[in-house]
Each structure stands twice: as structure tokens, then as C-alpha cells.
């Protein structure tokens, strides 16, 4: 058969219904992995729902128990062709945010799949259960294509809890790299950059959540009796605040600014617009460091974002001064900032600029990645799909958002190509969670080519693959 015959088929199977029938019996699973109890749904995914369908393809499965207590499960499914093939690893997650049902638009139901105007409307369709359920059928489809025999190895890796910052993951990979053996990973992810651009990225940046916090007393205090001659915590906190970032969102901390985007980084987003797919927000031009472009400030610098704050009473003030006040912070960040000492950058920032009755306290992190955009897969990967889809391809250096690629790249030493099938607007992790029926039908071609073109011994002979 050949590849372009074998698209053609795939498309046609796709027109059949057959993978939006099962992404809507994977979305009725309430696989939340974000409360604080684990619901059994995260084991029943592994067992009824995905081990037969892997099993099916030749793989063999097996659910681990997670390294920390109470961790959610994670299942590794091996298929072997042959010990001297090389190996290709494939990561996803089965865990969703938690479905927030009462908030979904009248008719939508976030465990019922729901096609309206080209969307299909289910907690999971964006993230991740859409996309793994495009990238694996992309693999099977390959694998029927070749008589059973793909020329390499394929390793499956779900957790069930990457939306609770993916307990366990690091623990499990550290104490199991023999069985993750792997030469290259490919994972589906996060967004495009828009509806229309099929695009990959090469990692992702890095978090740090961390508190701010003012408690000068234990009890709050009546105004009118006080108020004058005891400190107001919120008062310190929105001051201490600003000295971290100013007016307009630019990082002030000088120690944790991002390094200057490379001459190769620059030229990969010279062409990349921000915010232009119906739904997405009106991009703010003077918002954050106005000598770098848009995509510039999204994708190759650093932003501190204030997620929430709180002080006395917000829903019925009362004549008091409040006896704390708190910031809930975001670092995010690119591959080269010393966000490893971020405790005593903040600490010391604030302690010279009059503050020191601010506690600084870390609650997680994600470290960035970055592969080298001359890396030979990225070339290889961009220019399998762009035979696919007659499309160029973007190629971003990293996501602008945060997944756990640092176990991949670092603990694994993988290179990692990540290939997303939502879009920006897609309503992830909130109300109204969808995915684009093209971007789904775009996508399995993409993968399909991608799991074809593997297999083919002249492709990949350059890059030490076969």
C-alpha cells in the first residue's frame, strides 16, 4: 500500500464515526484527577477501557501502583517487535479536571459527548482523552496498514493524574528507566497555535507556585477603635506585590528574569501571530515586556501572574482591619532562569525593598525544556506532517504552558516532539471543554503519517532509526 492510499483510507475511516464513537464512551468516564479523594474511575479507564483496546494491537499491560501514597495508578503498555528495533515512546494522561457540571451551557453535559457546529462538546476532548484517542488510533491504523509489522517498538505511558501536577510521575520514570527505554518520545498535548496551523513544540516552560503571606496579628481588629495605629496586612501585601511586578506585568526581580531569546528562537516566532482564532482574547500590546513581540512574551520570556488574593472578608466587609492577607503567585518561565533559587530571590528582593514581614512559601514546580530546534527529529517530524497536510508547520520551541516533559528529556534523556490536536479557544480545564471535528479529523492524518513514515527504513536511515 502506499502512503498516500493509505491516508485516503484513513480518512474515509475516520468519516465512518468510528473514533468519535470511542471518545464518547472514554469521556462518560469520570476519570477526575484533581479531587481529593481518587475516584475508582481512574482505575476503571485503565482496566475496561484501555487495556483491551492496547491489548488488541499487540501490546502488553500492565497498572503500577504509584510510587507515593495514595497516588493515582500509571499504566505502561509494551509492544515488541524486536529486541534490536529502536523504540518509540508515546505519553498520555486519563485523568480530566473535575467536570464543574452545573456550569456547562444549558444542553451539554461534561460526561456526555455532544457534536454541535463542528465541535464535540465532553470533559476530556481537549484534554487529553481526545488526543490520546487520535494519536493511538493513528497507531493502529499504521499498524493494519503494515501487516502487524511497523519496524519498531512502541512503549505506552499513561498516568492517571497529570492534572494534580502528576504525582509519582518523576518517581516512577527514575525507578523504571529500563522498562521506559525509549529513542524518541512523541506525545499529543496542549494546543496549536491556532485552529488552522498544524504545529509541534519541543517542551514546555516551567512553574513555580508559591504564597505570599502578612500576619501581623491573630484577630482581626475594628477600624474605627484601631485604624491608624496597627498595620494593615492587605495594605503590605498589594505594596509588596508591586515591587515585584510593576503596572503593566513586567517581572521586576532582576534575578529571575528569562535569558534573551536566542537568534534560532527568535527566528522560529518572527512569524507567528497570537490570539487570532474566534473566541480567543483581545491581546494586550502594552501588557508585559513591550520590547519583545507577542509570541515573543508568551513562548521565550518569563511572566509572574497573580492568581489570587484574599484579605478579611471579600463577600461582606465589615469594619475591620483583617489580620492577614495572602497572594497566590505563578512564575512561569523558560529554559535558562534561575527559578531553582526562586525562595531566596524573592526573599531577599523583598527583604531590600522594606518587607521583611512577607513569607514566601513554594507549593510546586514543573521545570522548563527546551529541545534544540536543530535537533534532526524536529525537521523530520515537521516535514512528515507537512507532506500529510500540504500545510506548513509551526515549530515552537517550547509551549507556553507547563507539562511534565522535564521527565522525558532529563530523567529519560529523550528527545521530545509534542504534536497537539486542540486550539487555544478550546475551553480547556474549564466550562464547555471541546474539540474542533477538523482538528480531530486533521490530527489522525498527521499521527498516521507520522507512525507510517517511522517504519519506512530510507525516511529515517539519516537519523540513526532502523
Known amino acids: 500500500m502506499s502512503r498516500s492510499n493509505f491516508l485516503s483510507e484513513t480518512r474515509a475511516w475516520f468519516d465512518k464515526g468510528e473514533l468519535r464513537t470511542t471518545l464518547e464512551r472514554r469521556v462518560a468516564f469520570k476519570t477526575e484527577g484533581d479531587l481529593p479523594e481518587l475516584p475508582s474511575a481512574l482505575w476503571d479507564y485503565l482496566k475496561r477501557e484501555m487495556i483491551p483496546y492496547l491489548d488488541s494491537m499487540g501490546f502488553r499491560s500492565e497498572i503500577f501502583d504509584n510510587p507515593l501514597p495514595k497516588g493515582p495508578p500509571i499504566l505502561v503498555s509494551k509492544r515488541i517487535e524486536g529486541a534490536e528495533l529502536p523504540t518509540l515512546l508515546i505519553y498520555t494522561h486519563g485523568d480530566v479536571v473535575n467536570g464543574q457540571d452545573a456550569r456547562w451551557q444549558e444542553g451539554l453535559n461534561p460526561w456526555t459527548l455532544t457534536t454541535t457546529d463542528g465541535r464535540w462538546y465532553g470533559r476530556g476532548c481537549a484534554d487529553n482523552k481526545g488526543q490520546h484517542t487520535i494519536t493511538l488510533f493513528g497507531l493502529q491504523k499504521a499498524i493494519e496498514a503494515r501487516n502487524n509489522q511497523l519496524g519498531y517498538n512502541v512503549v505506552v505511558l499513561m498516568e492517571m493524574g497529570e492534572e494534580a501536577g502528576s504525582p509519582g510521575l518523576t518517581e516512577f520514570c527514575k525507578s523504571h528507566k529500563e522498562l521506559l527505554s525509549a529513542d524518541l518520545l512523541i506525545a499529543s498535548d496542549g494546543p496549536r497555535i491556532n485552529a488552522n496551523s498544524p504545529t509541534i513544540f519541543l517542551g514546555s516552560r516551567g512553574l513555580v507556585n508559591f504564597s505570599l503571606t502578612v500576619k501581623p496579628r491573630d484577630k482581626a481588629y475594628h477600624s474605627g477603635n484601631w485604624g491608624g495605629v496597627l498595620v494593615n496586612p492587605a495594605t503590605r501585601l498589594i505594596h509588596a506585590l508591586s515591587t515585584l511586578v510593576d503596572m503593566n506585568g513586567r517581572l521586576l526581580v532582576d534575578k529571575l528574569y528569562a535569558p534573551p531569546p536566542s537568534a534560532l528562537v527568535k527566528d522560529a516566532l518572527s512569524s507567528i501571530e497570537i490570539g487570532k482564532d474566534p473566541g480567543d482574547p483581545k491581546i494586550d500590546l502594552k501588557w508585559g515586556q513591550s520590547e519583545l513581540t507577542p509570541a515573543e512574551r508568551l513562548i521565550a520570556s518569563n511572566t509572574l501572574e497573580i492568581l489570587a488574593l484574599g484579605s478579611g472578608q471579600p463577600d461582606r466587609p465589615v469594619n475591620a482591619i483583617p489580620s492577614q492577607a495572602i497572594a497566590h503567585c505563578q512564575l512561569r518561565f523558560v529554559v535558562g532562569t534561575d527559578w531553582e533559587n526562586l525562595l ?58 507547563s507539562l511534565p516533559n522535564d521527565v522525558f528529556a532529563d530523567i529519560l534523556g529523550l528527545p521530545t516532539i509534542w504534536v497537539p490536536h486542540s486550539y487555544p479557544a478550546c475551553n480547556q480545564h474549564a466550562p464547555n471543554e471541546h474539540m474542533l471535528e477538523s482538528v480531530a479529523a486533521e490530527g489522525l492524518q498527521m499521527m498516521a503519517g507520522i507512525f507510517w513514515d517511522l517504519g519506512d527504513k530510507q525516511i529515517t536511515k539519516d537519523l540513526a532509526w532502523n
Open 344 to 401: 531566596t530571590h524573592i526573599q531577599n528582593h523583598l527583604r531590600q525593598s522594606g518587607f521583611d514581614d512577607v513569607v514566601v512559601n513554594i507549593h510546586a514546580f514543573t521545570p522548563a525544556t527546551r529541545l534544540d530546534l536543530n535537533n534532526p527529529w524536529v525537521n523530520w517530524v515537521k516535514s512528515s506532517i507537512e507532506n500529510t497536510t500540504n500545510k506548513k508547520v509551526t515549530v515552537l520551541p517550547n509551549l507556553a504552558g
